[in-house]
């Protein structure tokens, strides 16, 4: 059983940054993929951005170039610093590890003003 505890979401205005952490504790063996996840209201959920334990990043190309994620695995955390936010990146944010299965974080709120 893998625990997810998020941080880092609020208001900001358009162009602005945030950082968002994640961090997990509990039974594993080992966490093969940490990344962010997104959902809009009315939206599907999507991947925001992935991260290896290798250090192998993908993004989604919305975010690419304002974007970055990041992770600690001795630490066993991610990041996912936010810069030149934009009005559609407002979404709750989700945190996401694969281990033998995904686990979810509870989500945290990231709205974006213009």
């Known amino acids: 059983q893998v625990q997810l505890v998020e941080s880092g979401g609020g208001l900001v205005q358009a162009g602005g940054s945030l950082r968002l952490s994640c961090a997990a504790s509990?039974?594993?063996?080992?966490?093969?993929?940490m990344a962010w996840f997104r959902q809009a209201p009315g939206k599907q959920r999507e991947m925001v951005a992935a991260?290896?334990?290798?250090?192998?990043?993908n993004y989604a190309d919305s975010v690419k170039g304002r974007f970055t994620i990041s992770r600690d695995n001795a630490k066993s955390t991610v990041s996912l610093q936010m810069n030149s936010l934009k009005p559609e990146d407002t979404a709750v944010y989700y945190c996401?590890?694969?281990?033998?299965?995904?686990?979810w974080g509870q989500g945290t709120q990231v709205t974006v003003s213009s």
């Open positions: 509990g039974r594993y063996f080992s966490i093969a993929i």
């Open positions: 996401a590890v694969d281990t033998s299965r995904r686990y």
């Open positions: 991260i290896t334990a290798g250090g192998d990043t």
